[in-house]
């Protein structure tokens, strides 16, 4: 396989993907593929930082952001302003793939409205989603003003703007998934989407579970976005670390999420230090935490991670967490589950390497190579 010519799409939201994308990018370099750039102009990724990957960029969306963001006024002078908006970005996107011409796409978002653009004028362009976080099996869909919404721009553009996805991250024939692992894959029906599996790619090697570092032991708490879950369900969270450390001879530092308000924490957790900003997991020897996404964090950093669920009245299922081999469902759970860790009673590292293999996939690591063979194989 010869030079190739990839268009990456950087989405809004791209803090979620950015330091893969850069990873990604300086492969494709060093292999000698040639880079191209489509990004939204609500991305917050610098001109600057994106020249040292692609000599052809391009951007869209200003006109679609500009009428999303106005004032509603009257219902159709809005939505006038959003098929516009919708013409400009074809516009946007057909001046893009003349100046670069790719012979293929790789996505971070499944449903981008740019894709349905890209799509339906070139209809024969691979196009690739790349899973890049860990994702949720089922959600609602639209909202009646949304489906309707849909129905108007699909009518008058061809283009449906508004999510309708509800087994996400499935809902388009026209996109080819690169999936982590098969267990992503559970909430469709097989041969229903075209999905290969590619491991995640790791800007760092994974470390090896070695046991405790600190004669007295330090535990992080992660805990819960008190907006996602609701404050009855963060307060639920909270009374059942109280019980789980109370006199307990173990340093327990809790972790706010950045979007809360660490004095709401603090109060709830009187008698604890509750910190927010930046941690340094080196510091700790095992964390304890809920279905965050810190789960992979943790465990790949070589840590012990025990996922609380209060009375088991959580559902973990949406999050493919339900099957966690540490988990905590009463407070005494924790005493009787971390005393066996540092016993050696239980072999972390050997839980660790089967929960990341059955979520990362097989092959995991630092190397795109699984990705390249992928996205080329498939595009000769």
């Excluded at 990456?8 to 939201?13: D, E, G, K, M, T």
């Excluded at 893009?96 to 499944?110: G, I, M, N, Q, R």
């Excluded at 510091?283 to 304890?288: K, N, P, S, Y």
């Excluded at 066996?340 to 590292?349: A, F, G, H």
């Amino acid at each position: 396989m010869g030079k190739q010519r990839i268009l990456f799409l950087i989405p809004p939201n791209d803090y979620l993907f950015r330091r893969l994308f850069e990873q990604i990018m300086n492969d494709a370099l060093q292999r000698g593929h040639e880079i191209g750039v489509l990004k939204s102009t609500r991305a917050k990724w610098k001109e600057e930082d994106l020249a040292q990957f692609a000599g052809v960029r391009h951007t869209y969306g200003k006109a679609l952001a500009e009428s999303e963001g106005k004032p509603a006024g009257s219902r159709i002078g809005y939505h006038l302003g959003i098929i516009r908006a919708i013409r400009e970005m074809k516009r946007e996107v057909a001046k893009s793939l003349a100046d670069f011409s790719p012979d293929l796409v790789l996505t971070p978002d499944s449903y981008d409205p740019i894709l349905q653009v890209i799509h339906r004028s070139h209809p024969q362009l691979p196009l690739y989603y790349l899973q890049h976080s860990n994702i949720v099996s089922a959600h609602v869909g639209a909202n009646r003003r949304s489906r309707l919404q849909n129905r108007l721009t699909g009518f008058l553009t061809g283009i449906r703007l508004n999510d309708t996805i509800n087994t996400p991250p499935f809902g388009s024939k026209n996109l080819q998934y690169l999936m982590w692992a098969p267990r992503w894959t559970d909430n469709v029906v097989p041969g229903q989407y075209r999905i290969k599996q590619v491991p995640r790619i790791l800007s760092e090697e994974r470390i090896p579970f070695t046991g405790m570092k600190n004669e007295v032991p330090r535990l992080l708490v992660i805990l819960n976005k008190r907006s996602f879950i609701g404050e009855k369900g963060w307060l639920v969270f909270a009374e059942f670390y109280k019980n789980a450390f109370a006199g307990s001879e173990y340093e327990v530092v809790f972790k706010a999420h950045p979007n809360d308000d660490i004095g709401f924490a603090r109060s709830a957790l009187s008698g604890f230090e509750v910190i927010s900003g930046d941690i340094d997991l080196e510091e700790f020897d095992a964390v304890v935490g809920h279905w965050s996404t810190f789960v992979y964090e943790a465990t790949l950093r070589g840590k012990a991670y025990l996922m609380a669920n209060p009375g088991g009245k959580f559902d973990f299922r949406k999050f493919r967490l339900d099957d966690y081999p540490l988990m905590l469902n009463e407070a005494g759970d924790f005493e009787t589950l971390f005393g066996k860790i540092r016993n050696k009673e239980i072999d972390v590292e050997e839980l660790n390497r089967q929960f990341l293999t059955g979520h990362l996939g097989e092959g995991f690591g630092t190397s795109s190579d699984h990705l390249f063979q992928t996205i080329l194989s498939g595009n000769e």
